[in-house]
């Protein structure tokens, strides 16, 4: 039989050797990647969509301005 030393030498090697495959398994873990580029994904369409409905709000203010000036020399033809 082993002298308790070689089993003690043993159990350790044991321990390290399972230590070294969770640190293997961690590594590879997503860890919330996936989340954070999702998140990231949407924050970008966010601000895009917010740069299309100012543009859009711009446009809307110019042709309410454009009409109301058509309605003004209407008004002014009409007299």
Same mark, same amino acid.
């Given at each position: 039989? /082993? &002298?308790?030393?070689? %089993?003690?030498?043993? =159990?350790?090697?044991?321990?390290? $050797?399972?230590?070294? @495959?969770? +640190?293997? +398994? $961690? #590594?590879?873990?997503?860890?919330?990647?996936?989340? %954070?580029? @999702?998140?990231? #994904?949407?924050?970008? @369409?966010?601000?895009? $969509? &917010?740069?299309? /409905? =100012?543009?859009?709000? #711009?446009? %809307?203010?110019? *042709?309410?301005? #454009?009409?109301?000036?058509? @309605?003004?020399? *209407? =008004?002014?033809?009409?007299?």
């Amino acid at each position: 039989m /082993a &002298s308790p030393e070689l %089993q003690r030498l043993w =159990k350790l090697h044991q321990i390290d $050797a399972s230590i070294q @495959e969770i +640190r293997n +398994r $961690a #590594a590879h873990l997503d860890v919330g990647q996936r989340i %954070q580029k @999702e998140i990231d #994904a949407v924050v970008v @369409e966010e601000e895009e $969509a &917010s740069g299309r /409905a =100012k543009k859009l709000h #711009a446009e %809307q203010t110019d *042709l309410e301005l #454009a009409n109301k000036t058509i @309605e003004d020399k *209407l =008004k002014k033809i009409d007299k």
